[in-house]
């Protein structure tokens, strides 16, 4: 059966413990949960019990970020029932039930779910700053094929396919060595 990997990267523990425990009620055997924390003060079994053991000191808006990321992706790559993967941090909760989630993911040929659609051509309703001005950042996300179609996005979660996340551990590598 196919899993929900869901990839907490958190700095302390779930602010809606409760919201998480019964989103998942019933459901454990489509979900697969990893934590990524740093800091000692997380007491949320939920986290404790999932956490993996590649870690890295992460600091807010620093690239450490992103290796968590990589580290999180990594470990719920080995288990191969995941086929989509979700980064969520302690302040995220879900909107729409489970077996929405689960259902419409399941039912996706491509990897970003969207929540609203971003066309990489026309920047008038669009404001992506971070991505203005970026040609390198295009071209690699382009060179990965994330614009053969239609690149997606969403204000909370970042929901990838099992193919997505091994491009962005195999773009990740690339800039690695890039950067050196």
Known sequence: M?????CFLVTRNLENLEVWEEWIK?????VKIYA???????????????????????KWGNLSLVKAERNLYE?????????????LSESC???RSFSYI??????????????????????????????????????????FGFFDGNLYTSDQWKILSRKNVQDFIKMF???????M
């Not at 196919?2 to 869901?6: I, M």
């Not at 040929?109 to 920047?123: Q, V």
């Open 2 to 6: 196919s899993k929900l990997a869901l």
């Open 26 to 30: 019933g459901h454990e055997d489509k």
């Open 36 to 58: 990524h924390y740093d800091k000692k003060g997380v007491t949320h079994k939920i986290l404790t019990r999932n956490k993996i053991k590649k870690t890295v000191k992460t």
């Open 75 to 87: 470990e719920a790559l080995k288990h191969k029932p995941n086929k989509y993967f979700i980064l």
């Open 93 to 95: 909760i879900p909107v």
């Open 102 to 143: 689960y259902n419409r993911l399941m039912k996706q040929s491509k990897g970003i779910m969207s929540y609203h659609k971003w066309d990489p051509y026309d920047h008038q309703d669009n404001d992506l700053t971070p991505f203005k001005n970026r040609n390198a950042c295009k071209r690699a996300m382009k060179d």
């Open 173 to 179: 590598n690339v800039a690695k060595i890039m950067c």
